[in-house]
């Protein structure tokens, strides 16, 4: 399960970004381009993205305690 979470949290970073440099008119050719909304929501998605693979990377460094 841990490697979903990573998955997950990789293509949220990338889409955040790619959302980001739309909204801030770098990369032009769609409706999102030169749009504020999306230079907003694209680095919220970012770092939730980066939150999912932290919590992604963290599940795997839990070990239950030792008697």
């Known amino acids: ?3 979903v ?3 997950l949290g990789v293509l ?3 889409v955040g970004i ?3 440099l739309q909204g801030l008119d770098v ?3 769609s409706g999102m381009s030169g749009q504020p909304m999306w230079a907003i929501i ?3 998605l970012a770092i939730v993205g ?6 992604g990377a963290g599940i795997g460094r839990r070990r239950a ?3």
Request: proline share 7%.
């Open 50 to 55: 980066l939150a999912l693979v932290a919590f």
């Open 65 to 67: 305690p030792s008697m």
């Open 18 to 20: 790619v959302w980001t």
């Open 42 to 44: 694209g680095p919220i």
């Open 12 to 14: 949220a970073v990338l």
């Open 27 to 29: 990369l032009k050719g």
């Open 5 to 7: 979470w990573l998955i």
């Open 1 to 3: 399960m841990r490697w």
